[in-house]
C-alpha cells in the first residue's frame, strides 16, 4: 500500500511564529507533492506544490522543502497568523497517466492570537 | 462559474438503505474522483474516472458505483448503506495532467444509523 505519512497530528503556534509540518513518503515513482488548506466545514483546496526537480518553493509565507534522497517534504508556514488555523493535508501523485493522489493524515494547525 | 458543486450537504440514512449522492462541475475538467474524509484518516480515493464513460476503482471501492455519462456528472452511489459509511465525501475534479490543481467540492455529511 503506497503511503504517505504525516506529522504531527496536531500543532499548536503563537502568532508570529513558524508553523513546521512533515511528510514522508514511500514510492519513488510519486512526482508532485501538493499541499491543501481546509477550513472547518469546507472542502480541502490547495495551498502549495512541488516538483521533485527543486528542494525548496515559496509563495508568501509559505514554503515547501523538498528532500528527494531522504523522501522527505515539509510545509514552513512564516510569522503564522490566527487565519492560517485550519487542517493541512500533504499529498502525492502517482503519476502514470491516472494522476491519483495519496493523503497525509492531516494536521490540525491552531495559531494563537 | 459554480466550480464543483454537491447536493445534498447532509444526509441521514438507516442501514440497507441506498442513495445516490450527486457532484457536478462546470469547468470542462476531464479527470473527477470521489474521496472519503474520517477522523485520522486524511482523504481516501473511492472511484475517479478520467473521462466520461470511463471510471476506475480507488483506494476503497466497496459498497460504492460510480459512473460518468457526461463530462459534467460524477455521482456515487450506496448500494445499502452501512454504519462504516458514516463520513464525510468529497468529489474533486481537475483538468487532465501532471500538475494541474485539483478542485474540491464543499462535501457531503452522511450519516448511517
Known amino acids: 500500500q503506497q503511503q504517505v505519512k504525516q506529522s504531527p497530528q496536531s500543532l499548536i503556534v503563537q502568532k508570529g511564529g513558524i508553523s513546521i509540518i512533515n511528510c514522508a513518503y514511500e514510492?519513488?515513482?510519486?512526482?508532485?507533492f501538493p499541499w491543501y488548506q481546509q477550513f472547518p466545514g469546507k472542502g480541502p483546496a490547495l495551498l502549495i506544490a512541488?516538483?521533485?526537480?527543486?528542494s525548496e518553493k515559496k509563495e508568501g509565507r509559505f514554503t515547501i522543502s523538498f528532500n528527494k534522497s531522504a523522501k522527505q517534504f515539509s510545509l514552513h508556514i512564516m510569522d503564522s497568523q490566527p487565519g492560517d488555523s485550519a487542517t493541512y493535508f500533504c499529498?502525492?501523485?502517482?503519476?502514470?497517466?491516472?494522476?491519483?493522489?495519496?493523503f497525509g493524515t492531516g494536521t490540525r494547525l491552531k495559531v494563537l492570537a | 462559474n459554480a466550480g464543483v458543486t454537491q447536493t445534498p450537504k447532509f444526509q441521514v440514512l438507516k442501514t440497507g438503505q441506498s442513495m445516490t449522492l450527486q457532484c457536478a462541475q462546470d469547468?470542462?475538467?476531464?479527470?473527477m474522483s470521489w474521496y472519503r474524509q474520517d477522523p485520522g484518516m486524511g482523504l481516501r480515493l473511492i472511484h475517479y474516472?478520467?473521462?466520461?464513460?470511463?471510471?476506475d476503482q480507488g483506494e476503497v471501492p466497496n459498497g460504492y458505483n460510480v459512473s460518468r455519462s457526461t463530462t459534467e456528472d460524477f455521482p456515487l452511489r450506496l448500494l445499502s448503506a452501512a454504519p462504516s459509511q458514516t463520513s464525510v465525501y468529497f468529489c474533486?475534479?481537475?483538468?487532465?495532467?501532471?500538475?494541474?490543481?485539483?478542485?474540491f467540492g464543499p462535501g457531503t455529511r452522511l450519516t448511517v444509523t
Open positions: 474533486a475534479s481537475r483538468r487532465q495532467g501532471r500538475s494541474y490543481e485539483q478542485y
Open positions: 514510492n519513488t515513482a510519486f512526482d508532485y
Open positions: 512541488i516538483r521533485p526537480d527543486v
Open positions: 499529498a502525492a501523485s502517482t503519476g502514470g497517466g491516472t494522476y491519483k493522489y495519496i
Open positions: 469547468m470542462n475538467h476531464e479527470y
Open positions: 474516472s478520467v473521462g466520461a464513460g470511463i471510471t
